[in-house]
C-alpha cells in the first residue's frame, strides 16, 4: 500500500540556518505531496501542496519540488526563524487509492533556537 | 484559521464510558474526515463521510462510530472506552474529489 517516510527528528537548528527534511514516498499511480505544519497545542495547517511531478510548492520561504525520479518532496526554507519551531509532516493522497484519505509520515519536529 | 470547527477542545473521561466529538466542515465542503493523532501510531485516518453517506472506513476500531447529518457537521462517537484510546482526534473537511483537506484544531481526548 502507499506510505510515506520521513526523516527522524528532532531537527535542532539555530536561527537563520538552512532547513532540509527528507521525504520519501511510496504510492501507485500519481499521488498529490502535502506538508502539514503542527504547531505547539495546534492543530494541523497545509504548508504546501504539489500535485504532479516537477511541481515546486511553496509557501512562506518553505519550498519542495515533486520529484518522481526519487520519490521524494523533501521540505528545504533557506533561513529558519524561531517561529518555525514545530512538527512538520509529510504526506500523501490520491494515485490509485483515490482522495479519500491522506498517508502521514511520522512527523519531524523542528526546533530553531535564537 | 481553516475554518473547520471541532468541540469540545479537551474531554477527559474514564474507561469504559462513551463520548461524542463533534465537527463542522468549511462552508461548502460536502466531505468530512476523521483522524486519530496518537504517540505510538501517529496520524492515521479513521473514516470519511460525503454528503451524509460513509464513503471509506481506515484503520477505525468497532468501538467507534461516525455519522454526518442533513447540515454536514459530523460526530464521531467512540464507546467502551480504553486507556490507549486517549489521542487527538483531528476533522478535515475538503470539497469532493479535492486532494486537499483542511483541519480543525482537534479534540484531546483523555482516558483515566
Known amino acids: 500500500g502507499n506510505s510515506v517516510t520521513q526523516m527522524e527528528g528532532p531537527v535542532t537548528l539555530s536561527e537563520e540556518a538552512f532547513l532540509t527534511i527528507n521525504c520519501t514516498y511510496t504510492a501507485t499511480g500519481y499521488p498529490s505531496l502535502f506538508w502539514y505544519v503542527q504547531y505547539p497545542g495546534e492543530g494541523l495547517q497545509l504548508l504546501l501542496k504539489a500535485t504532479k511531478a516537477d511541481d515546486k510548492g511553496s509557501n512562506k520561504g518553505f519550498e519542495a519540488t515533486y520529484r518522481k525520479e526519487t520519490t521524494s518532496f523533501h521540505l528545504e526554507k533557506g533561513s529558519v526563524q524561531v517561529s518555525d519551531s514545530a512538527v512538520y509532516f509529510c504526506?500523501?493522497?490520491?494515485?490509485?487509492?483515490?482522495?479519500?484519505?491522506?498517508?502521514f509520515g511520522a512527523g519531524t519536529r523542528l526546533a530553531v533556537h535564537p | 484559521d481553516s475554518g473547520v470547527t471541532q468541540t469540545p477542545k479537551h474531554l477527559i473521561t474514564a474507561t469504559g464510558q462513551r463520548v461524542t466529538l463533534r465537527c463542522s466542515p468549511r462552508?461548502?465542503?460536502?466531505?468530512v474526515y476523521w483522524y486519530q493523532q496518537s504517540l505510538d501510531q501517529g496520524l492515521q485516518f479513521l473514516i470519511q463521510?460525503?454528503?451524509?453517506?460513509?464513503?471509506a472506513k481506515g484503520n477505525i476500531l468497532e468501538r467507534f462510530s461516525a455519522q454526518q447529518f442533513p447540515d454536514l457537521h459530523s460526530e464521531l462517537n467512540l464507546s467502551s472506552l480504553e486507556l490507549g484510546d486517549s489521542a487527538l482526534y483531528f476533522c478535515?473537511?475538503?470539497?469532493?474529489?479535492?486532494?486537499?483537506?483542511?483541519f480543525g484544531p482537534g479534540t484531546r481526548l483523555t482516558v483515566l
Open positions: 462552508s461548502g465542503d460536502l466531505s
Open positions: 463521510y460525503y454528503n451524509g453517506e460513509e464513503r
Open positions: 478535515a473537511s475538503s470539497v469532493w474529489g479535492a486532494d486537499t483537506q483542511y
Open positions: 504526506a500523501l493522497s490520491g494515485g490509485s487509492g483515490g482522495y479519500n484519505k491522506l498517508i
